[in-house]
Nanobody, 115 residues
Framework: VQLVESGGGLVQPGGSLRLSCAASGFTFSVYRMSWYRQAPGKERELVATINRGADITNYGDSVKGRFTIFRDNAKSTVYLQMNSLKPDDTAVYYC?????????WGQGTQVTVSS
């Protein structure tokens, strides 16, 4: 089982990034997928989640209206489109797969928002 995040990097405030999380080793299409983030000295927090049918999404209050989660079950990949980035969005971003008691995490990708 693998979840591999990519797309992180350094971006200026107001900029955009798209994160990807490529899954393998399990039946991606039945899993609920989520993005979390953890900033230095802070607890890991939920950023966004999407159900297996991709018709229900939920977002953390701090990212509503700026971030969009979507998935491509044919590619076993979940994405996080991040717009209007702020310095407070700086964190390591992780994807998570959940289904029927099974939970998998990726290794994370660093996002730094700074001028």
């Amino acid at each position: 089982v693998q979840l591999v995040e990519s797309g992180g990097g350094l971006v200026q405030p107001g900029g955009s990034l798209r994160l990807s999380c490529a899954a393998s080793g399990f039946t991606f299409s039945v899993y609920r997928m989520s993005w979390y983030r953890q900033a230095p000295g802070k607890e890991r927090e939920l950023v966004a989640t999407i159900n297996r049918g991709a018709d229900i999404t939920n977002y953390g209050d701090s990212v509503k209206g700026r971030f969009t989660i979507f998935r491509d079950n044919a590619k076993s990949t979940v994405y996080l489109q991040m717009n209007s980035l702020k310095p407070d969005d700086t964190a390591v971003y992780y994807c998570k797969a959940t289904y029927n008691g099974y939970v998998y995490w990726g290794q994370g990708t660093q996002v730094t928002v700074s001028s």
